[in-house]
């Protein structure tokens, strides 16, 4: 059983910098697991943020960003927004399966 | 503009069925993937599987695998999960999520529909 580890949970100030990472139980994350990154707020659908690791949507804040840091996938949010505070989720690519990262609740305070 | 629209909420008894209807619009329908994701109530968000609207082939996940089914009716754009043999584990909010190939790859999750709830309870 594969599974994708993400921090439970983060706080960052207003204007400020945080970085979310998801792991792969099965080694390093590369650019071969396609990573995507999605945001959802309570009640509402997800929200597409970052796909194949770096790439952005169009509708994307340039305050979001994608790579890979240390054998993981990564989410940086710089300049971070009240309206940032949210669930984060990843997903990775196995080869015809995907599995979710457990999420990360990142709070703005 | 790109819409996925969800059929509504669902209340079912254990052992009944249900069918999630998925109704794509603003783009040529079998031009991409369609995933379908699961959230329990509190929990994260679980992939569950996607169909090639080209093809009309399923690939399920694992765990989700007998009781659940996905099919299209590419007429009107639609895509559809069906669960049979429902549990009250089932009891969850069910999104679609269209995907965009590359080769045989899904490589993005773009759009998502509203999600439908569906509550399994006697």
């Known amino acids: 059983q594969t599974v994708v580890t993400q921090e439970p949970s983060l706080t960052v100030s207003p204007g400020g910098t945080v970085t979310l990472t998801c792991a792969s139980s099965?080694?390093?994350?590369?650019?071969?697991?396609?990573p995507n990154w999605f945001q959802q707020k309570p009640g509402q659908a997800p929200r597409a943020l970052i796909y194949?690791?770096?790439k952005k949507h169009s509708w994307t804040p340039a305050r979001f960003s994608g790579s890979l840091l240390g054998g993981k996938a990564a989410l940086t949010l710089s300049g971070v927004q009240p309206e940032d505070e949210a669930e984060y989720y990843c997903?990775?690519?196995?080869?015809?399966?995907?599995?979710f990262g457990g999420g990360t609740k990142l709070t703005v305070l | 503009q790109v819409q996925l629209v969800q059929s509504g909420s669902e209340l079912k008894e254990p052992g009944a069925s249900v069918k999630v209807s998925c109704k794509a619009s603003?783009?040529?329908?079998?031009?991409?993937?369609m995933n379908w994701v699961r959230q329990a109530p509190g929990q994260g968000l679980e992939w569950m599987g996607w169909?090639?609207?080209?093809?009309?082939?399923?690939t399920y996940a694992q765990g989700f695998t007998g009781r659940f089914v996905f099919s299209l009716d590419t007429s009107v754009s639609t895509a559809y999960l069906q669960i049979s043999s429902l549990k009250a584990e089932d009891t969850a909010v069910y999104y679609c999520?269209?995907?965009?190939?590359?080769?045989?790859?899904?490589?993005?999750?773009?759009?998502w529909g509203q999600g439908t709830l569906v509550t399994v309870s006697s």
């Open positions: 997903l990775l690519y196995y080869g015809g399966a995907r599995v």
């Open positions: 194949s690791t770096s």
């Open positions: 603003g783009y040529t329908f079998t031009d991409f993937a």
């Open positions: 169909i090639n609207t080209s093809t009309g082939n399923p």
């Open positions: 099965t080694g390093a994350v590369t650019s071969g697991y396609y």
């Open positions: 999520a269209r995907g965009v190939l590359s080769g045989v790859v899904i490589i993005r999750y773009d759009y």
